[in-house]
């Protein structure tokens, strides 16, 4: 069974404070994403990463940016934290192609202050 | 881009009633279309998906249904029960840009 574990399940923060939100996948998946959660809104897609060092946009990137330096490893960067960024966080994986699943993990919920 | 819109927002059910939930998309070269099932403070979790080259897919209680052409697809759950209680989110696409856009989402209530 995939595993996608996020570094925290609450984490709460002060505006202009730089935030750090892991995520960790043991299925070897070359595709990892970023997205947030707001009611009524579904999940919109912060950035994504198709292999080690690659990032691409995704369709609310604005202050915030990525790190995947391990295939494992994908990290989000909140460099400039503001309420506005108050929100559900959720990492996924997925092997292979654009019709495969993702597999999401747990979810950081994270409030600033 | 993707645009995938949702409806409805909520929906009450009877136990033993079916459930549908609809979704269009706006992307003709979408081609992957999978649905996800959220239970409180929990993570989305892949309940069915279908492919555009299938019409209909079916598992157990739950069916998908994609019509490529009006450019929308179907949940159909039937003999709902109280577990069946959750946010439902649809999705689309597969394309060559590699992203799914994903629906607002349905907070299905099944009232026992």
């Known amino acids: 069974d995939v595993k996608v574990t996020q570094s925290s399940r609450y984490l709460v923060k002060r505006t202009g404070e730089k935030v750090f939100l892991e995520c960790v996948q043991d299925m070897d998946h070359e595709n990892m994403f970023w997205y947030r959660q707001d009611p009524g809104l579904g999940l919109r897609l912060i950035y994504f990463?198709?292999?080690?060092?690659?990032?691409e946009k995704g369709d609310i990137p604005e202050g915030y940016s990525v790190s995947r330096e391990k295939k494992e490893r994908f990290s989000l960067i909140l460099e400039s934290a503001s309420t506005n960024q108050t929100s559900m966080y959720l990492c996924?994986?997925?092997?292979?192609?654009?019709?495969?699943?993702?597999?999401f993990g747990d979810g950081t919920r994270l409030s600033i202050l | 881009g993707e645009n995938v819109e949702q409806h409805p927002s909520t929906l009450s059910v009877q136990e033993g009633d079916s459930a549908v939930i609809k979704c269009t998309y706006s992307?003709?070269?979408?081609?992957?279309f999978p649905w996800y099932k959220q239970e409180l403070g929990k993570r989305p979790q892949l309940i069915i998906d279908i492919r555009s080259n299938v019409g209909e897919k079916k598992d157990q209680r739950i069916a998908v249904t994609l019509n490529k052409t009006a450019k929308h697809f179907s949940l159909h759950i039937t003999e709902t029960q109280p577990e069946d209680s959750a946010v439902y989110f649809c999705?689309?696409?597969?394309?060559?840009?590699?992203?799914?856009?994903f629906g607002g989402g349905t907070r299905l209530m099944v009232k026992p």
């Open positions: 992307d003709s070269a979408s081609n992957y």
């Open positions: 996924a994986s997925r092997l292979g192609q654009g019709t495969q699943p993702q597999h």
């Open positions: 990463s198709y292999d080690v060092k690659m990032k």
């Open positions: 999705a689309a696409g597969g394309n060559a840009g590699n992203m799914l856009t």
